[in-house]
């Protein structure tokens, strides 16, 4: 199974251009009709902005992009460029403008839209969506610190820590990094500190 980025969850950011207020947002979409919806919903919610240009980019699926009205060029592909460029996938964004009366040029355009895409993105947040394989680590008190850091240095994520006579962690590891993981829990431990793989998971976390 492939690994890719995709937003980690909605992202909302806005500002303004000589007096015209940008509004971008961006979602996860596995699907076209999902990316769909949410563009509708904006149209509507919003049908009273001056454009709500849209661009989504599916890792099975098409790119799509709209200007809404705006100039050719000037909206639609500069922000699933943006997508392109973050390496998102599976992703929609609508940046809504509100004119506020002074025009901005097709370069000035290109930027806000860009700009829109960009603080919409940064909003979101990334997750890689890749094959994790599921450990579960008993240590010593004394070894917690040390392997929380490990699992983390490695790509990893504590998912879940228990306290009791020892500690108990589930961490998950990129499936490629694993094996190397393994190794390197029984040097620093020399020994002391086994990991068990419970399962193997395909699925989208923070990056």
């Known amino acids: 199974m492939e690994e890719y980025l995709v937003p980690t969850g909605y992202g909302e950011g806005e500002f303004t251009e000589k007096k015209s207020r940008f509004i971008g947002r961006l979602w996860p979409a596995a699907t076209e009709a999902e990316a769909l919806a949410h563009i509708q919903e904006m149209k509507k919610q919003y049908s009273d902005a001056t454009h709500n240009c849209w661009a989504y980019l599916l890792k099975d699926g098409p790119a799509r992009f709209s200007d809404d009205g705006e100039p050719g060029g000037t909206a639609g592909l500069p922000m699933v460029q943006v997508l392109q460029r973050e390496g998102l996938f599976d992703a929609v964004c609508v940046v809504t403008r509100y004119f506020g009366g002074i025009l901005l040029g097709a370069g000035g355009l290109v930027r806000a839209y860009t700009k829109g ?19 579960y680590i008993p240590c010593p008190y004394s070894f917690y610190e040390r392997i929380r850091s490990e699992t983390l240095s490695w790509g990893g994520v504590v998912r879940d820590v228990q306290f009791g006579s020892e500690v108990e962690l589930e961490v998950l590891l990129p499936q ?7 190794a390197r829990l029984s040097d620093l431990s020399a020994g002391k500190v086994e990991a068990l793989e419970t399962g193997r998971e395909y699925r989208a976390l923070p990056v």
Not at 117 to 135: E, F, N, Q
Not at 176 to 182: D, K, M, N, P, Y
Request: cysteine-free.
């Open 176 to 182: 490629a990094r694993t094996a190397s993981f393994l």
């Open 117 to 135: 895409a960009k603080i919409a993105v940064d909003a979101a947040g990334k997750s890689m969506k890749r094959i994790w394989t599921v450990l």
